[in-house]
Nanobody, 118 residues
Framework: QVQLVESGGGLVQTGGSLRLSCEASGRTFSSYYMRWFRQAPGKEREFVAA????????DYTDSVKGRFTISRDNAKNTVYLQMNNLKPEDTAVYYC???????????WGQGTQVTVSS
């Protein structure tokens, strides 16, 4: 059974940094792509960043380009989201997501809260 466990959230001031981690277990993830989503109060969940486990190819939503970096550590089965120059509008619960390419497999973590104070 696939498990995704996020960590690293917290309270930070505007301009600060946080690094989120998503530890994945229960599969060999070479055929998966991993994504970070976020959901602010009263808003829909939105895509933040993605990384293809096998190639390391990345993708970002426009609002975080140049500030956030997604990466993975194959040995630790962990995906990271380095968030720099944080803004109050980045405040949300951040979720890790794993999708198997070409298969109807889609898994979510429990989320980690990120709060950016102005």
């Amino acid at each position: 059974q696939v498990q995704l466990v996020e960590s690293g959230g917290g309270l930070v001031q505007t301009g600060g940094s946080l690094r989120l981690s998503c530890e994945a277990s229960g599969r060999t993830f070479s055929s998966y792509y991993m994504r970070w989503f976020r959901q602010a109060p009263g808003k829909e969940r939105e895509f933040v960043a993605a990384i293809w486990w096998s190639t390391g190819t990345t993708d970002y939503t426009d609002s975080v380009k140049g500030r956030f970096t997604i990466s993975r550590d194959n040995a630790k089965n962990t995906v990271y989201l380095q968030m720099n120059n944080l803004k109050p509008e980045d405040t949300a619960v951040y979720y890790c997501n794993a999708v198997r390419e070409g298969r109807p497999e889609n898994y979510w973590g429990q989320g980690t809260q990120v709060t950016v104070s102005s």
